[in-house]
């Protein structure tokens, strides 16, 4: 095997196209092709290849070429984690501060019913390894339930409870106050599986009334950005995250002048955030 090839998922995500993930996908469904000729899921290559994503060349660089830059977004309830949505419906990617030559990524998801702390970076590879279940990155969650928890609820949570899709746990579990049905408490896990921590309570025979996540492995969701708004990380906080990763520090690029007008005026255009409509005749939760 040439020691300078490398997967093409790994470099179309390298160069802010999508995640891996996605990048195979995309590939699988005939959208990239190399020199000319399609590809095919498994396919190598080298910087010198000419490879273009939906008939558009894609400027292939090697890994330390790549600007890191990482943004944290705090996630109101009613948004999507796409980039587009057939219904219309709003995406967490609208309100991102605009790239040029390059693509925010999404490490992990939130579901259209959760808040919280997302991050998005330039950085396909770092993404892909912040994501990757064997890196084990701590995930926290505010959670309300409604309903009465007992302490062996907990202990079922934190031993371990098989789901659909396999076995899960938290590994940690705090209770943070409230009244009557309706008590918050802080949870922790080490994968991003769909609706894991609500399906966790809801093999309790409890339901979550709200979901909220505050932290991702290092990274806590602060007052810098409030809901609907993104801030750029540090060059410290990224450094810690690609520690995580495993990956070697990286400086942030400075934004041009150009890029800092830009991000200014899309900060400038926000839109408020309104609470998600429920539908006519839903309960009203309280």
Known sequence: MNSNTEKLQKVLARAGLGSRREMETAISDGRVKVNGQVARLGDRVEIRDRVSFDDNPVNLRADAEVPRRVIMYNKPEGELCTRKDPEGRRTVFERLPRLKGERWIAIGRLDINTSGLLLFTTDGELANRLMHPSTQIE?????????????????????????????????????????????????????????????????????????????????????????GEWVELTQEEIDDLSAMAGLEPRKVPSLTPEEQNRWSRDKNKRRPVRAMRKPRGAPHSR
Do not use: C
Request: hydrophobic letters at 40%; proline letters at 1%; glycine letters at 10%.
């Open 139 to 227: 995930r926290e969650y505010a959670v309300r339930i409604m309903g009465h928890v007992q302490r062996e609820h907990v202990v079922a949570m934190v031993e371990g409870v098989m789901l659909e899709d396999g076995p899960a746990r938290f590994t940690d579990v705090q209770e943070f106050g409230g009244e009557g049905i309706n008590t918050w408490f802080h949870v922790v896990i080490m994968e991003g599986r769909n609706r894991e921590v609500r399906r966790l309570w809801e093999s309790q025979g409890l339901t979550v009334s709200r979901l909220k996540r505050v932290r991702y492995g290092n990274i806590f969701l602060d007052k810098r950005a409030k809901a």
